[in-house]
């Protein structure tokens, strides 16, 4: 398992009517959480694309626990639990800087594809690679 932690402050544009974070803010925090585990691990996703490969969502899940709102700091957590399978599984978790109050909790699934024929294929070299060692600490 691989985890990452990134803070983020909640602006006042994320905000909706009701002066909550927008639902669907949510994800692009998860965005922010995962691009963030990758490049903690060394591989930004602009490697990722550098080598010739995307990585689209294929399905996203998520549970509203508390509202944040305005200018909460927020800690996104982003786990990487398994390696080796042709998805990319990722659980997140957010919760308010302090206080760790859960905030919500989710997952994206996806997959790798080559950015040249659109087609799936399994995880890059480049990217077992890198985690493949994380992964060898646990066993």
Request: proline content about 5%; aromatic content about 12%.
């Amino acid at each position: 398992m691989i985890s990452n932690t990134t803070e983020i402050r909640v602006r006042y544009a994320d905000t909706d009517k009701m002066q909550f974070v927008y639902n669907g803010k949510y994800l692009e925090y998860f965005e922010v959480g995962r691009t963030e585990l990758l490049r903690s691990l060394g591989l930004p996703y602009s490697e990722v694309e550098k080598s010739g490969y995307q990585l689209p969502l294929l399905e996203a899940g998520l549970k509203f626990i508390q509202p944040a709102k305005y200018d909460d700091l927020l800690l996104v957590n982003a786990i990487l639990k398994e390696l080796y399978s042709p998805k990319v599984h990722i659980d997140y978790e957010i919760k308010r800087k302090g206080t760790e109050e859960v905030i919500a909790k989710g997952f994206t699934t996806h997959i790798f594809m080559k950015a040249e024929t659109k087609k799936a294929v399994r995880p890059p070299k480049i990217y077992v690679d890198i985690l493949a060692p994380y992964f060898q600490k646990q066993k």
